[in-house]
Antibody, heavy 123, light 105 residues
Framework: EVHLVESGGGLVKPGGSLRLSCAASGFIFSDYSMSWLRQAPGKGLEWVSSISSSNSHIFYADSVKGRFTISRDNAKNLLFLHMNSLRAEDTSVFYC????????????????WGQGTLVTVSS | DIQMTQSPSTLSASVGDRVTITCRANQSINTWLAWYQQKPGTAPKLLIYTASNLESGVPSRFSGSGSGTEFTLTISSLQPDDFATYYCQQYNNYWTFGQGTKVEI
């Protein structure tokens, strides 16, 4: 069974940094693209960033480009999101998600999701 | 950017009702569309991909249709477990979600 567990969320001041982690198990991590998505309190879903299985393809939403960096460690089955220059509008539950299907690029469909980790940006 | 618009935003229904949610894209996305269900405090769950393919384990009362710019999610007979918020998501060009449709009693 696919299992994704996010960690690293918390309270951070505007302009601060945070690193989120996602521990994956139950599947061959290096076979699948991975993504981060977020959901502001009471709002809808927003795609944030995606990375292909071999790091060859990386994409960012315009809202986080230049501030966030996605990475993965296939040896340790870990996905990361390094977040810098955080703003109040970044306050959200951040989810990691696995692509539904194996692909060399990034899967379009998010087949499995973690439970999320809350990031609050406030002074 | 591809914008996705769902209607209605809120839908009141009863157990046993047939429910239809519409999702429109501002440009053609072929059939690169997925539907998710989200219950309060939990992560979204994939229901349908490529507009009409039912994800494994999802009850057959859920179905999807459409292509191009207009899509529908139909629940043939609403069950108590189906009261939730539903999102469409395009993956023709990057990834964009609709604003969600809350199905309530």
């Amino acid at each position: 069974e696919v299992h994704l567990v996010e960690s690293g969320g918390g309270l951070v001041k505007p302009g601060g940094s945070l690193r989120l982690s996602c521990a994956a198990s139950g599947f061959i991590f290096s076979d699948y693209s991975m993504s981060w998505l977020r959901q502001a309190p009471g709002k809808g879903l927003e795609w944030v960033s995606s990375i292909s299985s071999s790091n060859s393809h990386i994409f960012y939403a315009d809202s986080v480009k230049g501030r966030f960096t996605i990475s993965r460690d296939n040896a340790k089955n870990l996905l990361f999101l390094h977040m810098n220059s955080l703003r109040a509008e970044d306050t959200s539950v951040f989810y990691c998600a696995r692509g539904r299907a194996k692909t060399r690029s990034v899967a379009g469909v998010f087949g499995s999701w973690g439970q999320g980790t809350l990031v609050t940006v406030s002074s | 950017d591809i914008q996705m618009t769902q209607s209605p935003s809120t839908l009141s229904a009863s157990v046993g009702d047939r429910v239809t949610i519409t999702c429109r894209a501002n440009q053609s996305i072929n059939t690169w569309l997925a539907w998710y269900q989200q219950k309060p405090g939990t992560a979204p769950k994939l229901l349908i991909y490529t507009a009409s393919n039912l994800e494994s384990g999802v009850p057959s009362r859920f179905s999807g249709s459409g292509s191009g710019t207009e899509f529908t999610l139909t629940i043939s007979s609403l069950q108590p477990d189906d009261f939730a918020t539903y999102y469409c998501q395009q993956y023709n060009n990057y990834w964009t979600f609709g604003q969600g449709t809350k199905v309530e009693i």
